[in-house]
């Protein structure tokens, strides 16, 4: 693929080697990548959680309207803290 490219997984956690992505993230290979599916979840251990260039959301395959309005919350608040560090 071309250096730079953006990944994102929505589909399966097992489709993406999550340590080769934290290495690509790393060298620049992959400029950024939206990950809500994980190998294991929740992705505790996972390097991703260290990559400053990676949004990792919760899958939410099956929720309620009201565990969708707090989890709409939260990430517009880690959005916000993202852009917030970018300054």
């Known amino acids: ?6 990944i994102i997984n929505t589909a399966r956690g097992s489709i993406i080697d999550e340590d080769a992505l934290y ?4 060298s620049g290979k992959v400029k ?5 599916v994980y190998k294991n979840e929740p ?3 996972s390097k991703l959680l260290e990559a ?8 939410l395959g099956a929720s309620t309207h ?3 309005e707090r989890i709409e919350e939260i990430i ?3 959005i916000g803290e993202f852009l917030a560090s970018k300054k």
């Not at 290495?23 to 790393?26: I, K, P, S």
């Open 76 to 78: 517009v608040e880690q």
């Open 32 to 36: 950024a990548a939206a990950i809500d």
């Open 66 to 68: 009201e565990n969708m």
């Open 52 to 59: 400053d260039n990676v949004l990792l959301t919760p899958h």
């Open 1 to 6: 693929m071309k250096n730079g490219v953006i």
């Open 43 to 45: 992705p505790e251990g």
């Open 23 to 26: 290495e690509a993230l790393q």
